[in-house]
């Protein structure tokens, strides 16, 4: 037995911010980033149609990108102090996420952080409040799926949460959100995307439900990532949706090991200038654990599969795998996103030298693999990583060099 679950209503389209105006209750609270909302008008018009509606209105306002554990507890003291019926959340998938997580400390204001990252071991939600997401960028789909990343920031990890209780009651999908967007987050989250349709499709947990979602995003993505990073408004639209199929396969399927390294890498490296940002980590990531990944016989003709899809050609299983592996790549260099840690500059475009130092990638190495191969998404991965094994991938995917084990 097997559960597919996604929000009741997802309102997608031009225009559905607007659907806001017809939400029934008396209190919602707003959860919004740091200022491209407001900056766009997004939140204005949130909040008046919210007030349309005849509801009282608070912000959450500020919530950074990669939202940190303090900020999930400050805002969720916020929620109780309030008391809303409604939590709207507005932007990417970091205040999306961070949003999820303090809804779980509202209703039960006694779960600690550690408890709300028990796999699938959340108590029942919607006692005091309804969920509903509305993203603005096109690639986490956070607004249809039941995961919520927090970061530690004193440990350097990200923690996924997962459950089917933080599947958004309702999801707002509109493409004029993502307009705004500039190119690089158009690059790292449309990769993000093409990450999650490819690892749940190739995914253990994958279903007849879950693959129609995850191969009809991977011909969209493939079709117009790059035209919109290269500014066509009509195929940035398109991605938007493209975007939020890959997550409702994700969010049934799960997802691999692109994912568990770019949790792991993702803020371990802080203290050396800058995060390896989520799109681009996996963008990285995702050739290097296709190569090991084909090596599972069920895994590489589901690759197979993919790469005749998108029409990719090869006679051969092995053929298909290693011309889905050059494409990926080649989107990478499209994109201006680099092929490998070393390579990871500021901003997470390609540099002569990246902001890792080798020696202290090496020095982390052990434990970061440790923690990756701990990460919740290795689990539905199609091939199990022994330590060795995650230490060797992590050091393709610091030199760019071959997976050949
Ligand atoms: N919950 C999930 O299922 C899931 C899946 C994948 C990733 N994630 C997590 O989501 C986070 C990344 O989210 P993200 O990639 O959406 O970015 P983000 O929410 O971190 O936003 C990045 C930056 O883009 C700006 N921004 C957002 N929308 C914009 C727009 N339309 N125009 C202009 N600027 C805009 C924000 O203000 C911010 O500065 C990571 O923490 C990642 O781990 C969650
Ligand atoms: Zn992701």
Known sequence: MARFTLPRDIYHGKGALEELKN??????????????????????????????????????????????????????????????????????????????????????????????????????????????????????????????????????????????????????????????????????????????????????????????LAIHAIEMIQKDLVGSYKGDMVKRDKMHNAQCLAGMAFSNALLGIVHSMAHKTGAAFDDYGAHIIHGAANAMYLPKVIAFNAKDPDAKERYGIIADYMHLGGDSLTEKVQLLIKYLRKMNDDLNIPHSINRYGKDGLPAEEGFVPEEVFLERLPEIAKNAIADACTLSNPRKPTQAEMEKLLKCCYYDTEVDF
Not at 51 to 56: H, I, S
Not at 122 to 135: D, E, G, I, M, Q
């Open 23 to 212: 939400f029934k209750g008396k209190k919602a609270v707003i959860c919004v980033g740091g200022g491209s909302m407001k900056r766009f008008g997004f939140l204005e018009r949130a909040e008046t149609y919210l007030k349309k509606a005849g509801m009282e209105v608070k912000l959450i306002e500020g919530i950074e990108p990669d939202p940190s554990v303090e900020t999930v507890m400050k805002g969720a003291k916020i929620m109780q102090e309030f008391g809303p019926d409604w939590i709207v959340a507005i932007g990417g998938g970091s205040p999306i996420d961070a949003a999820k997580a303090m809804w779980i400390k509202y209703e039960y204001p006694d779960t600690t952080f550690e408890d709300m990252c028990k796999v699938f071991g959340l108590p029942k939600l919607r006692t005091k409040a309804h969920f509903c997401a509305v993203s603005s960028t096109s690639g986490t789909a956070t607004e249809v799926t039941a995961f919520s990343i927090i970061t530690d920031y004193e440990k350097g990890i990200k923690y996924p949460i997962a459950d089917f209780e933080i599947t958004p009651d309702v999801a707002i999908v509109d493409p004029e959100l993502a307009e705004t967007m500039p190119k690089k987050l158009v690059a790292h989250t449309g990769m993000d995307a093409m990450t999650h349709a490819i690892e749940a499709y190739v995914s253990t947990a994958n279903c007849d439900y879950t693959d129609a």
